[in-house]
């Protein structure tokens, strides 16, 4: 998620040899997307552009109502490179068998300009993570970015009906942790599964509070601030989480955590 201590325009660059690539390599993320969508029979709808690159949003080849719908998103701070990649590898491994158990939506890179550039924030210096509710500082409005997420709202709600994951990183830290959101007191077994596939490959914030937000074993659980995640869960998605994998960590198990977040977020809606 956010805080301010994190610099807005400080470019961050890493190497993965598993896509044999930078991670600011936008054309190359680009192509392998388009060969991943074709395979999948997934439906690309463009939801806008921002400085000439198209904000994607990869629907399932035919909805079922009957089946749940989960929504799962990222590249929202574009300095935070292991989700978008994670959610390339997270495609590879799939086959169209998936949109028979259910309807998967993917967001995969909301905020291409600043991952161009491995900086956080957009070309126009905006959070492309803010906005989306009222917040006590009328100041923080939503991106461009937001908008037009916003304007596709009631797609986007129908998308995450049962369930949103997000996948953000902290570039300061070593540690991972995950925030998430059920309908209960506690953290439960959707809370419990998301973490442990992320300390499969990273070890796991040992800290009491991150960004101000009370920390237990590695889960902030229940918090609402005005991120996407938070107005999706406050306009009905059942369940949620936002993962946050290290930055100071190596990039390549950066890729397999977050793509192993995916696969555990949509087994928890399969295995219903
Ligand atoms: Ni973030």
């Given at each position: 998620m956010i805080t301010n201590s994190r610099a807005p325009y400080e470019s961050f660059c890493w190497h993965s040899e598993i896509f044999a690539c930078d991670s600011n390599d936008l054309q190359q993320f680009d192509e392998l997307l388009l060969q991943e969508v074709e395979r999948l029979g997934m439906s690309l709808r463009v939801l806008g552009h921002v400085d000439g690159h198209p904000l994607r949003l990869l629907q399932p080849p035919a909805a079922d109502a009957q089946l749940p719908s989960v929504l799962i998103s990222s590249?929202?701070?574009?300095?935070?490179?292991?989700g978008p990649w994670g959610v390339l590898h997270f495609m590879s491994s799939l086959?169209?068998?998936i949109f028979s158990q259910l309807n998967l939506t993917l967001l995969?890179?909301?905020n291409a300009t600043g991952f161009s550039k491995g900086h956080r924030f957009n070309m126009y210096g905006e959070?492309?993570?803010?906005?989306?509710l009222p917040v006590a500082d009328p100041s923080i409005g939503p991106s461009v970015e937001g908008k037009l997420l916003l304007a596709h709202g009631q797609i986007l709600q129908g998308a995450s009906r049962d369930g949103i994951l997000t996948c953000h990183e902290d570039v300061l830290l070593q540690h991972t942790y995950v925030y998430t959101f059920e309908p209960r007191q506690q953290p439960g077994a959707f809370s419990e599964g998301l973490l442990s596939a992320l300390t499969h490959y990273l070890p796991v914030a040992e800290?009491?509070?991150?960004d101000d937000c009370p920390v237990q074993d590695g889960i902030i659980f229940n918090h609402f601030d005005s991120s996407f995640e938070a107005w999706l869960v406050r306009n009905g998605a059942r369940n949620g989480a936002c993962s946050e994998t290290p930055g100071q960590a190596n990039f390549d198990q950066r890729i397999l955590a977050n793509s192993a977040v995916m696969t555990q977020f949509i087994s928890s809606f399969v295995s219903r």
């Open positions: 590249g929202f701070h574009g300095e935070e490179a292991a086959t169209e068998e995969p890179l909301v959070n492309p993570n803010r906005g989306y800290a009491s509070r991150i």
